[in-house]
């Protein structure tokens, strides 16, 4: 049973990547997909794109998926189509193919079922003729992978009705995708225009020997790719004119369209009607936002998008953690010699926005993650390295402990301070205070019993002396300590 | 003190946006600047460029920040050359002034200085001619905001030193750029050069009244933009070609540069020669990383970037935030009766890899976070929804408790469950089970002691009535169950 309303079953014509990305977008959706492919590769291409389609949505979303639909393959075009509420067409890029399956397909399926092709440049207008029923059909192009990209891209053709176009939206946004509409067809719809674009200049640089294909790629995903994740070149261009909009930037640099700042020289004429046409269009996509408030909204996007890809270890995030690296280095070349009289102040940070949640505050697992990363300043403090975990030792945490004192906001800087409460060879137990840097107040408080393993064996044997020597030293001073009040506390123990 | 070795302070010239930028890099990591513009406004502007970039930079980086270096205004460009370690040009795109500044500030200052110029166009063979020592000119052309964005490109010109570029390069590296290296000159070098083209693109569709600014943006950002931001468009493409890699991708798409799916046709002529060298280029670029890998590296990646801009509320961000509503609900709909009898099982996730650290398994601060959304899963369960929190009551975590009992790896499937340890109208207290799905073994357990806040007065209040009732059916079945082994443990406690 489909969760989503008047959408049962589909029939899916064509099997590729494009078309298996479907079949996962559909089936992991919950709705059951009727699949025709004459190539007997198909169930296995399918099968892996599920795969990789399966992990990746259930990892981007956070909610349950519902219980998977059920793929059938079929044999003819004719059975796709047979008892099912929508179909989407996925067939090679040859227009005979397509207008091939398409009529075959619409001869049996009733008049309200709505044909999406999922057709990268071929014009509906062309794709419709010979079908029953030629008023329901329209493009509805994805991209790669089609499980995770959310734009789709509409586009009727002259028979197209308007109900049409409005049933593959609801379809599609049902979906968990982004459909744009288009109001004209053209070859290669409007995103495979501008990606044909930036292609050809590519090529040139590669024939002309200015760059090579890495060069190339770095030259996007460190620069302006980043931007386009969240924001396209009219916008981006339309805050690089400042605060006099998108006639300003155009005085700036329309004279550029004249410069040979790419080999792709047939441009359009700078008239004034056009360039009256694009400042208002550019007007109305800005709306009432000032270009101080684009600007912060396009920095925190960047912050967004960067800070995503540290966790993904690659392109720009990779910069930032070797940056991050870097200053917390110099951090610590600056610091004077350990003064062991009072709690060690061994980290700090400035809340991330991630960090905050419903509530307006820090997330309570951040306290922990905060402490948690004292508590490594603390053990590389007394020696833990890379070296040393290499040689299959380390300490892991067996019991932590959290009091929430006051609240954290994302900007906040914080600084976490570690004290040694007791040690013996194997067991160590730390308490962390995080504290405001700006007064010193105190935000939460954390303890963590940790207990030194042999990793190869995964059982608990003594730690290095070396390592026992430096926690016998901080302990003759921070033992002198006053025990903080939250040590050793239980929940439901009164205060 | 500047924390950035042989870099005390540095010369800029030019205080605009790209300037003021620059300035803003330099100071943030702790490096003197002096600034030499003659438009009386640039001190207020490179202020406002400064206080956009105190804020976002702070935000990006989880370490401190150093101390900020001092920014003086200085009269001429000789002054602004004038015991500094390096100098960055950023003047208006004007051949000749570029040409006066470079050679005025390069008469004063030592040859050893090198100077870095931000053109995004114009070829440094030029501009380095009439310098004092013109082999230390080099273009390190970034992108807007500078404070943010990663990419530098650098190119020399044919008086340009070796060494030039390497300290360039090493000056930008210690800002946390990502300088490219480029190995010719060429006007709008290798980044500018692809969004002119595409920049081109975009204004034919304007043009020719395909598409509005708007609908040109979001065919970017919602689709293409969101690869490129972490690969640029030669990885995708050979993605695209499958296991037969870049040759395979040409064999099926090189046609495409005969067909008007843009009107730049100014195409270079597909040869063997420019083939072969494509296919080496990508092959290089790809390394040993099988499709599959490339597949799951694109995948995490782009679901890194989109729940980033879900905390970003903006863009593809606000498509996943709006689907994931819609599976919520969908899923509420469809849920059976819940079973009091035991406890709940609210919350289920597949670990990914970013949870996991140096020990090889799930990071303590994970559990405190699975534990922490069972428990928003166990609040929104007893009806604390958004329109409750909008009306100004919460319920905040005062204490966690964690015990590890095994580790978890990337890739686990576990499940929370969450029992009622007790309530009263103001206080809540929730023990969770993390356990392993395919075995039902214990990973780790939590207790959380939460309570129930006016978050308009931040005091705690009593909880609607509504939620006490809820909770009351919850409890009269969970006060029955064994009470867990570690609920109301201390750290320090036996065993």
Redesign the interface.
């Known amino acids: 049973?489909s969760?989503?309303p008047g959408l049962q079953t589909v029939g899916l014509l064509g099997g590729g990547?494009i078309g298996g990305g479907w079949a996962a977008r559909f089936l992991l959706n919950g709705v059951d997909v009727k699949m025709y492919d004459p190539d007997p590769e198909a169930p296995r291409k399918v099968a892996e794109v599920m795969a990789?389609a399966r992990?990746?949505l259930?990892?981007?979303?956070?909610?349950?998926?519902?219980p998977e639909g059920t793929l059938t393959f079929v044999a003819t075009p004719e059975e796709a189509a047979t008892d099912v509420d929508f179909v989407q067409e996925s067939a090679p890029e040859r227009l005979e193919l397509k207008q091939s399956l398409l009529r075959r397909a619409s001869a049996v399926a009733p008049p309200h079922v709505v044909f999406g092709s999922s057709t990268s440049?071929l014009l509906p207008t062309q794709m419709q003729e010979g079908m029953t029923h030629p008023e329901r059909l329209v493009v509805g192009h994805p991209?790669?992978?089609v499980y995770?990209?959310?734009?789709v891209?509409t586009c009727g053709g002259d028979a197209t009705t308007e109900a049409t176009e409005d049933r593959a939206v609801e379809v599609y946004t049902?979906l968990?995708?982004?459909p744009?509409r288009?109001?004209?067809e053209?070859?290669?719809?409007?995103?495979?225009?501008?990606?044909?674009?930036?292609?050809?200049?590519?090529?040139?640089?590669?024939?002309?020997?200015?760059?090579?294909?890495?060069?190339?790629?770095?030259?996007?995903?460190?620069?302006?790719?980043?931007?386009?994740?969240?924001?396209?070149?009219?916008?981006i261009?339309r805050?690089?004119g400042?605060e006099a909009g998108m006639r300003h930037f155009m005085a700036q640099f329309g004279p550029?369209?004249k410069?040979?700042?790419?080999?792709?020289?047939?441009?359009?004429e700078?008239t004034d009607e056009?360039l009256d046409?694009?400042v208002a269009?550019?007007d109305?996509?800005a709306g009432p936002a000032t270009i101080r408030e684009l600007?912060?909204?396009?920095?925190?996007?960047?912050?967004?998008?960067?800070?995503?890809?540290r966790?993904?270890?690659?392109?720009?995030?990779r910069?930032?953690d070797a940056?991050?690296k870097?200053?917390?280095d110099?951090?610590s070349?600056?610091s004077v010699e350990p003064d062991l009289s009072g709690p060690l102040r061994l980290h700090?940070?400035?809340v991330?926005?991630?960090w905050v949640d419903?509530?307006g505050?820090m997330?309570?697992?951040?306290y922990?993650?905060l402490s948690?990363e004292g508590g490594d300043r603390f053990l590389r403090f007394i020696g833990m390295d890379a070296a040393y975990?290499a040689s299959g030792r380390?300490f892991?945490?067996?019991?932590?402990?959290?009091?929430?004192l006051a609240?954290a906001k994302?900007?906040d800087?914080l600084y976490v301070t570690v004290q040694l409460?007791?040690h013996d060879d194997k067991r160590l137990?730390l308490f962390t205070e995080m504290r405001r840097?700006d007064d010193d107040s105190l935000v939460a408080t954390a303890?963590?019993?940790m207990l030194h393993v042999d990793?190869t064996l995964d059982k608990a044997a003594p730690a290095d002396p070396a390592i026992l020597a430096t926690l016998a030293t901080i302990a003759e001073h921070h033992t002198t300590l006053e025990r903080p009040a939250q040590?050793?506390?239980?929940?439901?123990?009164g205060r």
């Open positions: 049973m969760p989503i990547v990789n992990r990746a259930t990892k981007l979303v956070m909610p349950a998926l519902p440049g991209f790669n992978p995770l990209m959310p734009l891209e049902a968990g995708m982004h744009l288009l109001s004209k053209i070859d290669g719809f409007v995103a495979d225009r501008l990606m044909e674009a930036l292609w050809r200049e590519a090529l040139w640089l590669v024939n002309d020997g200015i760059a090579t294909a890495e060069e190339i790629d770095d030259a996007i995903r460190f620069g302006p790719g980043l931007r386009w994740s969240f924001m396209g070149t009219m916008l261009y805050i690089a400042g550029a369209l410069w040979p700042w790419t080999k792709l020289m047939d441009v359009p700078l056009l046409l694009l269009q550019s109305a996509q600007e912060a909204l396009r920095d925190d996007c960047l912050i967004s998008v960067i800070q995503g890809l966790a993904a270890d690659y392109g720009a995030g910069v930032l940056y991050e870097v200053l917390f110099r951090a070349q600056t700090e940070v400035t991330p926005t991630e419903y509530n505050h997330n309570d697992s951040r922990m993650q948690s975990l380390s892991f945490t067996v019991e932590s402990h959290v009091n929430y609240q994302a900007g800087h409460i007791s137990r840097a303890e963590h019993m990793t040590a050793g506390r239980a929940i439901g123990q």
